[in-house]
């Protein structure tokens, strides 16, 4: 066998693909900003027809910081253009009579600061393995998105997201898993997104075709 076939794309490199400044792998994009609250795995990119560099600016809004919570983007996501992930500092405090945010215009509405506003709980958004997120999808605060799931083109996405559910419309809802439920328990265990990059090359067809039982034997 060829030793070419076991090459693959450096996932530090900003543009993969040469000629197309459309596509960015958005770990190195990452390092290029001063974001200490954003996790992304190798190989995650972002499609762009416009300025794919300014993700972290443009697409993951209201990353402030003072909710504390985090973003985690696992290995091999696919993200299309003008998918936006909404952080959880974009919420307003709903435990009093008004959700207006006086302290960010300080003067004599300063006090209380904004950190003692009755927010509501909030949680890192985590996005797993092998996502697929769709043409103008939206990420809300909080999402927890399972390995594997397909968001459809401008799907508004929230909570708990299955591992390999299919997910569309506004709000978001699971209208189907890719896979039965043995299956699913079987590609989890499988992990192919952790495989060294050289074992990935050398199986791509299996991957891409499902050939689940042979990727199962290479783990033998």
């Not at 990119?45 to 809004?61: A, L």
Request: net charge negative; proline share 7%.
């Amino acid at each position: 066998m060829s030793q070419s076939i076991l090459t693959s794309p450096d996932p530090n490199v900003l543009h993969p693909l040469p000629g197309f400044t459309s596509v960015v792998f958005l770990k190195p994009l990452l390092a290029q900003e001063q974001i200490t609250n954003v996790v992304v795995g190798d190989y995650s990119y972002y499609h762009d027809f416009d300025e794919p560099r300014s993700f972290f600016r443009r697409n993951v809004r209201y990353n402030i910081g003072f909710s504390g919570t985090h973003l985690r983007i696992g290995k091999y996501c696919a993200i299309g253009h003008g998918a936006t992930i909404l952080m959880a500092d974009c919420n307003h405090p709903i435990g009093g009579v008004t959700t207006f945010p006086f302290a960010i215009f300080g003067q004599d509405w300063a006090d209380p600061p904004l950190d003692q506003y009755p927010h509501a709980p909030a949680r890192d958004i985590v996005i797993g393995n092998d996502v697929w997120i769709g043409y103008e999808a939206t990420i809300l605060p909080g999402a927890q998105i399972g390995n594997g799931v397909i968001i459809g083109a401008k799907a508004v996405v929230g909570g708990d997201i299955p591992d390999y559910s299919v997910v569309v419309g506004n709000p978001g809802r699971v209208i189907k898993k890719r896979f039965d439920d043995d299956t699913i328990a079987r590609l989890l265990k499988l992990a192919w997104w952790d495989w060294p990059a050289e074992k990935v090359a050398l199986n791509t067809e299996l991957l891409i075709k499902g050939g689940i039982d042979g990727l199962e034997s290479l783990c033998d």
